[in-house]
């Protein structure tokens, strides 16, 4: 049995993990190889203005091996560091389903294939779900423990496109809609802070994804990593980012206002130390969690009660 632990005051995924599999569960990064349509040509070729050259998010991954060798060396570390007993495995940097529908059943199988696996999380673009994929991947939501993330960053086409995303809300509409037709969890990536966005237009993306039955979300704050146009941006001054607690205040706004059966999977970002600009604040993960628990407890609020 997992260690009980006071209740949040929003719907943690770790604890649906707890529910799910009672024992200790953690995701293990992995780089599966892929590109992204908006590097290799096909819609741009420099990618979104805040992605660096290892894909966004996919920092700390162990390059040059393969997907299973990857997943063992991640087993060892996700042990030593926190007692977790099964695993599942993440295909997170760039477009995990840009690729035939052979290569990728070969990817993931391989995946599944290592001991103590009990699920896959698959991570990709709107954009990268032509009907034989999502079809191949409803067989892996029958057989395991599966979700689909969609990066969406905003709702907003202007947003979209000054962000230089190479796709609109339709085309995530779109995904959102067959990929639940299939029965797949769908978690949504959002980012707060972005240049062209007012604190209402943030606000309302909660009614938004209410509305189109996301079953989980994922929060990051606009942070600059070295190597991008958004830095070359933010070295001109042309980028105001936002300050902890204007940040902790608006997830907590933005939960208040999300359907309490959504999964809050991600509060915050942490982009690689290494290569982080700013906002330096974010480094601090823990403490920018517990000031939003700290927020919601001060407000006696929680997520949904403002649906």
Same mark, same amino acid.
């Given at each position: 049995?997992?260690?009980?632990?006071? &209740?949040?005051?929003?719907?943690?995924?770790?604890?649906?993990?707890? @529910?799910?599999?009672?024992?200790? =569960?953690?995701?293990?990064?992995?780089d599966?190889g892929?590109?992204?349509?908006?590097?290799?040509?096909?819609?741009?070729?420099?990618g979104?203005i805040?992605?660096?050259?290892?894909?966004?998010? /996919?920092?700390?991954i @162990?390059r040059?091996?393969?997907?299973a060798?990857?997943?063992?060396?991640g087993?060892?570390?996700?042990?030593?560091?926190?007692?977790?007993?099964?695993?599942?495995?993440?295909?997170?940097?760039?477009?995990?389903?840009?690729? &035939?529908?052979?290569?990728?059943?070969?990817?993931?199988d391989?995946?599944?294939?290592?001991?103590?696996?009990?699920?896959?999380?698959?991570?990709?673009?709107?954009?990268?779900?032509?009907?034989?994929?999502?079809?191949?991947?409803?067989?892996?939501n029958?057989?395991?423990?599966?979700?689909?993330?969609?990066?969406?960053?905003?709702?907003?086409?202007?947003?979209?496109?000054?962000? *230089?995303?190479?796709?609109?809300?339709a085309?995530?509409?779109?995904?959102? *809609? *067959?990929?639940?037709?299939?029965?797949?969890?769908?978690?949504a990536?959002?980012?707060?802070?972005?240049? =062209?966005?007012s604190?209402?237009?943030?606000?309302?993306?909660?009614?938004?994804?209410?509305?189109?039955?996301?079953?989980?979300v994922?929060?990051?704050?606009?942070?600059?990593?070295?190597?991008?146009?958004?830095?070359?941006?933010?070295g001109?001054?042309?980028?105001?980012?936002?300050?902890?607690?204007?940040y902790v205040?608006?997830?907590?706004?933005?939960?208040?206002?999300?359907?309490?059966?959504?999964?809050?999977?991600r509060?915050?970002?942490?982009? /690689?130390?290494?290569?982080?600009?700013? &906002?330096?604040?974010?480094?601090?993960?823990?403490? =920018?969690l517990?000031?939003?628990?700290?927020?919601?407890?001060?407000?006696?609020?929680?997520?949904?009660?403002?649906?």
């Amino acid at each position: 049995m997992v260690d009980t632990l006071p &209740p949040k005051r929003y719907n943690a995924f770790s604890d649906e993990l707890k @529910r799910h599999f009672d024992c200790r =569960v953690h995701r293990i990064s992995v780089d599966a190889g892929f590109t992204c349509p908006n590097r290799d040509g096909t819609v741009g070729t420099i990618g979104c203005i805040f992605c660096g050259g290892h894909g966004s998010g /996919a920092a700390g991954i @162990r390059r040059g091996l393969s997907v299973a060798e990857q997943i063992e060396d991640g087993k060892e570390v996700m042990r030593r560091k926190y007692k977790a007993h099964k695993f599942i495995a993440y295909f997170q940097a760039y477009s995990n389903t840009y690729a &035939p529908v052979e290569r990728l059943r070969a990817l993931y199988d391989e995946a599944m294939a290592v001991s103590d696996v009990v699920g896959l999380i698959i991570g990709t673009r709107p954009d990268c779900l032509p009907e034989d994929v999502v079809e191949l991947l409803a067989e892996y939501n029958e057989k395991t423990y599966f979700w689909l993330e969609l990066g969406l960053q905003s709702p907003l086409d202007r947003t979209l496109k000054a962000i *230089r995303r190479g796709h609109d809300f339709a085309a995530f509409v779109d995904a959102v *809609r *067959r990929s639940k037709a299939r029965g797949l969890r769908v978690c949504a990536h959002v980012i707060f802070g972005l240049p =062209v966005e007012s604190r209402g237009e943030m606000l309302e993306t909660a009614a938004i994804l209410n509305g189109l039955g996301i079953d989980g979300v994922k929060l990051h704050l606009l942070h600059v990593m070295e190597g991008t146009e958004l830095a070359e941006l933010y070295g001109k001054g042309e980028i105001r980012l936002l300050d902890r607690d204007e940040y902790v205040g608006l997830v907590c706004d933005f939960l208040e206002r999300l359907d309490p059966a959504i999964s809050i999977q991600r509060l915050t970002g942490d982009g /690689a130390r290494d290569y982080l600009l700013a &906002p330096l604040w974010s480094l601090q993960k823990f403490e =920018v969690l517990n000031a939003i628990d700290g927020e919601l407890e001060r407000r006696g609020s929680f997520q949904g009660c403002k649906t």
